[in-house]
Structure formats: C-alpha cells, structure tokens
C-alpha cells in the first residue's frame, strides 16, 4: 500500500485555518457530550445491572429542571456553532475586490481555467502565493463541483449561471482539485492539480506559454464580430444602452425595480434579453442563447467588465480593454 | 406432528396455524401474517443492497479501482442507495414490526383498514419488480438522489423505470402511513388514552404523517424528471429555462423528513427496549413523545442544508442552518431521557438492550457530527465527501438497522412463540458493532482529509483508510448474516417462550405467543401507566435466581 496514513489534510489557505478552528470547537463539544453519555451508560448499566431476576427499577418518572437544563444547554451550545459557521460562509461568499479573477468552465469530464491575461489550462490551475484569487464557474453540461481540500473551499459549478468561490494560498506547493459533485461516469477522475508558486515563478509562468491575448480583447473582437457595437454605443445614444461602467453598478429597469449589474445578470442579458429591459429602452435585441458558447460568454463579460467608468474612459472600446484591472495588480507584487 | 384428533384441547389457535397453504398468506388481512410477508420481502432487499455493497467496498480496496469500470461502479453506488432507502430501510420497522405490534400496543384486532393493507405490500412488491428489471437489465447510475439535469438529459442508463418502481414504493409508504393514523386515532382500547400508548406507537404516528405528507412530493418530482426525459418538457433543463436547482429543493423536501422514517422508528423501539430491559419508567414521558413529534414537524423545514454549497442564497443558507440545529434539539432530550432512565435501574444486558445501547451510541456520533455539517463554513468543506457518507450510515444503518435488528430480537418470542439462543445472539450484537465501526469510522478521516463521495477511483494517499473500512464491512456481514441464521433456526428449535418473556408492560405482552388471529380472546381494558413496573402486580418474573456472576454469591435463595 502507498500514501501512508495521513489522518488531517494540509492547509494551504487564509480560509484553511477558520474552517480548522470551527472544526475542533465542533470536535470539542461533541467529544465532551459523547464521552459524557458514554461514561453515564457504561457506569448505569454497571452499578444499577440486574442482581435479582425479579428485581425491578426504582420509580423515578422525570425531572422538568433537568428537561429545561438539556435543551437550554445544547440550544447555546448549537447557536454558537450556528453564529461561527455563518459568520465564516458569509466570508467566504464575499471575494475582496482586488481579487485576480480566473473564469473556470466544467465539463463532462475535465475543467477548464482562464486566465485573464489569456492563458488557459486544463485540470491544472497556476495562482502565485498570498494574492486572492477569485474563480467565477460555470457548467456546460451538467451540475459540477470545484473543490481543493487544502484551501477548505467547494462550489457547485451549474448550467446556465455563474457560482464563485475564493482563495488566498498560503503556501507554494501541488494540492488536489476534485469535482465533488456526481457528473456520470467519469466523476472521479475530473480532477487535477492547483499549482501554487511564488509570485516570480508565477510571473515567469505567466509570460512562457503561447497567448492568444487577454480575455477582454478576444470579448472585443467577438463584440464587434457579433455587430454589439452597432447597437451599445459608448456615448448612450445607441439603440441599446451604453456598456461603459455597466459592470457592478445598479441598473433601473423598465417597471422601476433595480438590478446589480453582475456576472449572472450580464450573461442572463446576453443570452436572453427579454428577461429584464433596461428602462427607456426597447425589447429588440436579438436573443444569442445558442450562438455564444459558455468561453465566448466569459469573453464578452470580461470585455463589458474592462470599460472603465466614464471619467477615465477613452470612448474607445478596444484601448479601455486594455486597463483591466488585475494585470496591474499581478506585477505590483514582483 | 400430532394430528389435531389426539390433542384437540393442547392445540391452541394462533395466527401461524389458523390456516395453512399459500393462499392463506397471499390473501390474508391479518396485519401480522402481511408484517411477515413484509419481513420475507424487505429482507429479500437488504441483502441485494447489502451486496452491492459488498461489490462497492472490495472495488475500493485499491486507489484505481479493483473490481469493476467505472460505469458499472455508478451503477452499484446507485443500485445500493435505491435499495437500501426505498426497499428496506423506509418499509423496514414500520412495515415489519409497527404493522406486527400497533394494534397489538393498542388493543385493537387489526389495523383499520386490512385489505388496504394487503394492497400495500402488494404494491410494494410490484415496485420492487420494476427495481429488479432495472437490475437485470443493465442498472440505473444517477445516484439515489437523481440530480438532474444529470439524470434528466445525460444519463443514458435505465431512470425511468427505477423512478417507476419508487413511484409505486411510495403508495405502499402511504397507504401503510394512512392506516396507523386512522387506527391510532380510532381503534385504542378502552383506557388506552393518547398519554399511556407506548413511545413506539408515538414515533410511528410522527413517522405516518412524514409519510402521508411527504411521500407525494418525492412522486412528483421523480414523475417530472421522467417527464423531462421522455418528453423533453422545460422544467429543470436551463438551457430552456428550467432550473436544476428546484429539482434538489423538490427532492430533499421529501428526502430530509424521509431520514426521520427510518430513523423515528427506530427511537420508538430503543425506548421500549431500555425502558423493558430496565425496568423502569421511561424519564420524561411527555418529552420524548413531544419531541418525537417535534423531529417530525421540524424535519420538514431543514432540507436546504443539502444545498449548502448548491449555488443557495447565502441568507437562504442561514436560516436553513439555524433550523437544522433546531431539529438537533429534540433528538438530544431524547438521548439524554433514555441515559436517564437506566439510572436506578435493573438493568439487563440481554442482545436486545445491547441493541438498544448500541442505537443509543451510534445515534449520538451520528447526530454529533450531523452538527459539523449544518456549520456553514463547515460544511463547504466537508459537503460531499465521505465525512457525510459516514454521517449518514450512523444514522441510517448504525441507528435504524441497529433499532430493527434489536426490536426484531425483542419482538421475536412474540413473533414466532420461541427464543432465540441468547448468548449466539449477543455474540453477533457485539460483532455488528464493532464491524459497524471499523468500516464508517474511517470515513470521517477519508471525508475531512477530501476525498469526495461517488468516487471509483481515488488518490493513493487515502488507501490505508479505504482498506480499513473493507476489512470493518466484512465483520458486518457476518454480523448481519448471523441473525438470519439463528433467528430462523429457532422458529423450529428455540425454547417455547410463553406470552411475556421478559417481561414487559405493553399490551402485547397481555396476549399469548404468537398471537391469536384477533389478537385478543377478550378486548382489554387499560388502568396502568405506561411502563410502570412497580405499579403491575400481574407482571411475573422468572423466579429469582442469581444470574452466573462470579463474584455475587446467591442473595435471595
């Protein structure tokens, strides 16, 4: 046999270390309780065995200080345990905002990565040491599940919408990616590796392999190759509305309910427009659901998310693509 | 045999020699002739998923899998949950044992509907065809869960017929759901007023209304996949529209409460066996019985916590968490009563109180960590791995099995008028446990570590703990094989046991072994409390003797 006995997996993430926390308070209690109940049915059934075969018990028939003691006790007990555990989810549901962001597409049966800066692997993800890193998912077939024990995070990856999880690694080093959601057949091996490098290695690994360019620029060329142009002008006047600084701000739609102009909201307005209409506009916008795949999709989203906000933009869509955020970010740390 | 000239008078009548022939079983209303076609039926069941089982523990011996492909792999996992769930554990203590013994508990003659309950196993039987077509014919690989739009559009194995055999498993459910119901209400013997019916009458009353009321949904939803599948309708597909993620609130909306089916019954024989086996009061009556109907009530508002990390709200999420340790609530004033009562017992360590002990133990490392997976930043990591496979088995196995086996123990002289050998019976008790353990302890280790469910094949590293939990499986089978043997053995050769073997205080223990057909010569009529030992002065106890102790001289001869 090989591998050893390892009896507690590595920790690789800011994250790994509060999951670990909350993980031995649970153990603590449990252990305590059990033991507790343990040791009582052992002693009971000691002491008080049968010496007579007529022998009954004595008639004792309850307490209610004791019934009120143990539900109050493991009520307080388990609201800790609810306060921890939520407070930790709702960390881990709100990426930072200077987080690299890396766009991760699962199929029957392997994973598909991109980087923003147009490197794409498969069932192998590179991310430099101590930067966040935030994976947006989807699905191209069916429920997925992105999971690597070492950082203490999981996602289910859907069809037809965007989940995201984040990370920050800890420590250089190969740690397993699993999909922890049944798939079919090949389920168990839609797996890989998360590489995690210091950022020098990372900037060398970045700049090695062949790039067909940033993500935001293939969203640009196929922007203008699918004629969204002609429509979303960048001066508003167009017949759709302007995509500049669209991206996270709050969109008025027609009947007067507002929507956060996100990943899930974007892709939703591409592929079926007539769900919500921006107010003072029209429903006439050719529905692409079929005509984009799920990369193209990812493309087109981080296109609209490089067009800066007005006072910066250039009005030019292809220069404002080029002021993505996280690529600066990136070489700050060399 | 003596032919029934020599010895009219000796030869009393009772449910098993009323009539003879095949006829007399496939057509009979009596509800405990149909419990033990219920009994042939289930067991039947639990050991063809007992051996896909085996198939699943000795293919993961080995990190590439040794046994069989992948396909085939997914198939067993699945085959193994649609079996065990919906063929033996849902059916298992309600259709066996609450069938056998709620209108013996109560002092009734049957069930308040006896041909509807005949139609239920006959149902159940006809559901457990379409299961086994499956079966030869090729298997079923979406998992027990049927997540779609896996099982709705790419699964090209045999869904539809699987959800028709459970389609139909599920009006057998709430037929036998609707019968205790309308009997408990209506059918109690004079005196026999709501607060002096045994606990397990209590937790089958809760366990009827989960399956009255949310057996229909899990119909539903399984019909909507078929429909999906067949008819290519919109309803979970996204690319059309649909949303996949209602399937899984759909499902876990019957799925969650259906764990309480097999698991309340379960509590409803541990509290007869310490309660008989110590002879004393139940601690705590009212709460046990209110906490049952609490689980029941409650269950039905958790089922989002199999969606954790499904793409729910993360809001959605917390009030699902909160309402998940609500549940916990009840089952631990459970255990708590049941230690209690053992204090200032006398207690015997007879096979079934060493079942009951075993529940109790099982129970508690199974709901313990069941709170490690309703913490929701817990959860994200341990969410579909093998950490919740072993959560669930102590739950389903380590607790209902263990109930059932130890209420089949208990209620066995009863059953077939004979003991069964005692001291081989404790023997395998002990086994089971310690098997129990040695296969699903591991796996809280594999889950924490990461391996994730539902896999063939698996990193080297977690091979030590997988080759741990196969060899732990094999001392279960022996454990589960045992019992057949012996139990069947004594129907023919155990000791004559008489009407109250233990004894015990429940009405059935009123009545000879086994019964006679309409339970009762003359209705009774109930003046007593509920286990009230020292208030029955028609309780007979063996006379005493010391039981083989080394150290205690005889006290009372």
């Known amino acids: 046999m090989q591998g050893g006995l390892p009896l507690f997996p590595e920790r690789a993430s800011t994250m790994a270390r509060h999951v670990d926390a909350l993980f031995f308070y649970l153990l603590g209690v449990s252990l305590f309780i059990s033991l507790l109940i343990l040791v009582l049915i052992i002693v009971f059934s000691i002491k008080y065995r049968r010496r007579a075969s007529n022998e009954i018990g004595a008639p004792l028939g309850g307490s209610m200080k004791l019934e009120v003691f143990w539900m109050v006790i493991p009520f307080l007990l388990c609201m800790v345990m609810f306060g921890w555990g939520a407070s930790l989810f709702m960390a881990m549901q709100r990426p930072p905002p200077q987080a690299m962001e890396i766009y991760v597409v699962g199929k029957q049966w392997m994973w598909k990565l ?34 690597v024990p070492a950082f203490r995070v999981k996602s289910d990856v859907l069809p037809g919408r965007y989940t995201s999880i984040w990370f920050r690694p800890t420590k250089p080093g190969r740690y397993h990616l699993f999909c922890s959601q049944y798939c079919g057949t090949n389920h168990a091996v839609m797996g890989g590796w998360v590489t995690v490098m210091e950022p020098a290695d990372f900037e060398a690994w970045m700049s090695g392999g062949p790039t067909q360019g940033s993500l935001a620029e293939a969203g640009a060329k196929l922007f203008r190759e699918l004629a969204c142009n002609n429509c979303h ?61 799920e990369e193209q ?38 | 045999m003596s032919s029934p000239a020599t010895a009219p008078a000796l030869r009393r009548e009772t449910y098993l020699n009323v009539s003879f022939g095949v006829k007399s079983w496939l057509l009979t209303t009596d509800h405990k002739r149909i419990a033990l076609l219920y009994l042939v039926s289930i067991t039947l069941f639990f050991f063809l998923g007992g051996f896909f089982a085996v198939l699943i523990r000795l293919h993961l011996l080995t990190p590439e899998g040794s046994l069989v492909t992948a396909e085939t792999y997914n198939k067993l996992f699945t085959m193994h949950g649609v079996v065990m769930i919906f063929f033996f554990l849902i059916p298992s203590i309600p259709a066996v044992l609450g069938n056998f013994l709620i209108p013996l508990m109560i002092g009734a003659k049957d069930l308040a509907f006896p041909r509807l309950n005949l139609a239920s196993w006959y149902i159940f039987n006809l559901a457990a065809l379409f299961t086994l077509y499956t079966v030869i014919t090729g298997g079923v690989d979406t ?46 013997a004079p005196g026999m007023t709501w607060f002096r019916l045994p606990l397990f009458v209590w937790t089958h009353y809760a366990t009827s209304l989960i399956m009255v009321l949310g057996t229909p949904v899990v119909a539903i939803t399984l019909t909507l996949v078929a429909v999906e599948r067949i008819f290519h309708l919109a309803i979970f597909n996204p690319a059309l529209g649909g949303d996949p993620l209602l399937f899984q609130h759909l499902f876990w909306f019957y799925s969650h409460p259906a764990v309480y089916i097999m698991v309340l019954p379960a509590m409803g024989v541990t509290t007869e066996l310490i309660t008989a086996f110590a002879r004393k009061k139940l601690f705590g009556y009212h709460f046990v019985a209110a906490a049952s109907l609490g689980i029941a009530v409650i269950g039905f508002f958790v089922w989002a916590h199999h969606m954790f990390v499904a793409g ?32 200032k017992g006398s207690v015997s360590w007879a096979t079934p109180m060493l079942y009951g002990l075993g529940f109790i133990g099982l129970f508690v490392m199974g709901g313990m960590t069941g709170l490690f997976l309703a913490a929701l930043g817990l959860d994200v990591h341990v969410h579909d791995t093998y950490f919740v496979v072993a959560h669930f088995h102590y ?76 060899a732990g499986a094999s001392i279960l089978g022996v454990g589960y094989l045992l019992p057949m043997f012996y139990l ?30 309409h339970n009762f010569d003359r209705t009774p009529v109930v003046t007593w409390e509920p286990y009230d030992f020292a208030g029955r002065a028609d309780l007979q106890y063996p006379v005493p003797r010391p039981e083989p102790q080394m150290f205690q001289p005889a006290a009372h001869d």
């Open chain 2, 143 to 188: 998992g027990w869960t049927f997540y779609t739009p896996y099982s709705s559009l790419y699964s090209n194995t045999h869904v539809v017929p699987t959800i028709v055999g459970i389609f139909f498993a599920g009006f057998s459910s709430i037929l036998t759901g609707l019968n205790f119901i309308v009997t408990i209400h209506t059918m109690r």
């Open chain 1, 233 to 293: 002008v960048s001066s508003g006047q167009g017949r759709g509305p302007s995509l500049v600084g669209l991206y996270g701000s709050i969109v008025r739609l027609e009947g007067g309910a507002t929507v956060v102009a996100d990943d899930n909201y974007l892709r939703e307005s591409i592929l079926n427009p007539r769900a919500k209409i921006v107010a003072g506009y029209k429903a006439d916008m050719p529905v692409f659901q079929g005509l984009v795949n």
């Open chain 2, 395 to 470: 739950i389903m196995v380590g607790g209902a099995v263990m109930g059932y086996l130890g209420g089949l123990h208990y209620w066995w002289p009863k059953i077939s008028g004979r003991l069964y050998p005692e001291a081989l019976a404790r023997f395998a008790a002990i086994v089971l446990f310690v098997g129990f353990n040695l296969t699903f302890f591991p796996q809280f280790i594999l889950g924490y570590l990461g391996m994730p469910r539902r896999y063939h094949a698996y990193p080297p590293e977690f091979q030590v703990l997988n080759v741990l939990s196969t």
């Open chain 2, 488 to 517: 069947v053995w004594s129907m023919r050769y155990g000791p004559i046991a008489g009407s109250n073997p233990w004894p015990a205080t429940g009405l059935e223990w009123q009545t000879p072994s086994p019964p006679p057909p």
């Open chain 1, 114 to 147: 991109q980087h923003p800066e147009g490197q794409m692997e498969i069932n192998e993800l590179h991310v430099p040491v101590g930067r966040d890193i935030k994976l947006t998912m989807t699905s191209e077939d069916v429920i997925h599940d992105f999971f």
């Open chain 2, 312 to 343: 729910l709200s993360p809001y959605a999420a917390m009030i699902f968490s909160i309402l998940s340790y609500l549940v916990a609530i009840p089952s631990a004033v459970k255990v708590f009563n049941w230690t209690a009562t053992l204090y």
């Open chain 1, 297 to 334: 999709l990812l493309e087109l989203i981080a296109y609209i998310q490089s067009l800066a906000p007005p006072p910066a933009a250039s009005g030019q869509p292809g220069a404002a693509a080029e002021s993505h955020p996280p690529a600066p970010a990136t070489k700050k740390l060399q």
